[in-house]
Nanobody, 124 residues
Framework: QLQASGGGLVQPGGSLRLSCTAS????????IGWFRQAPGKERTGVSC????????HYADSVKGRFTISRDNAKNTVYLQMNSLKPEDTAVYYC???????????????????WGQGTLVTVSS
């Protein structure tokens, strides 16, 4: 299972850190992706981190603002979100894939296990 947490209400320009904690398996062996879905829109890839050190990917819309990282000792992947914008408002999901992120990391169908989502609202 995956448990996403850390969402909330934040003003534009603010920061949040999302956490994705795994139970029942060792997430360090998996690629973990973050996705988001705004009301009435498709689910889109935000970021992905492979088990291999340094293999990370970001959507163009979040590059330079979001940072993905993992703490294997805590079986947790983090998404640090800075300089948040109203268009970042969405439900954020984490998901796991037994392989690497790869060139198709943003394709949600390749991920096997999903967390329940956490709502991020960026508004003044």
């Amino acid at each position: 299972q995956l448990q996403a947490s850390g969402g909330g209400l934040v003003q534009p320009g603010g920061s949040l850190r999302l956490s994705c904690t795994a139970s029942g398996f060792t997430s360090g062996y998996y690629a973990i992706g973050w996705f988001r879905q705004a009301p009435g829109k498709e689910r889109t890839g935000v970021s992905c981190i492979s088990s291999r050190v340094g293999d990370t990917h970001y959507a163009d819309s979040v590059k330079g603002r979001f940072t993905i990282s993992r703490d294997n000792a805590k079986n947790t992947v983090y998404l640090q979100m800075n300089s948040l914008k109203p268009e970042d408002t969405a439900v954020y999901y984490c998901a796991s894939d037994p392989g690497r992120c790869g060139s198709t990391w943003y394709v949600w169908r390749k991920y096997v296990y999903w967390g329940q989502g956490t709502l991020v609202t960026v508004s003044s």
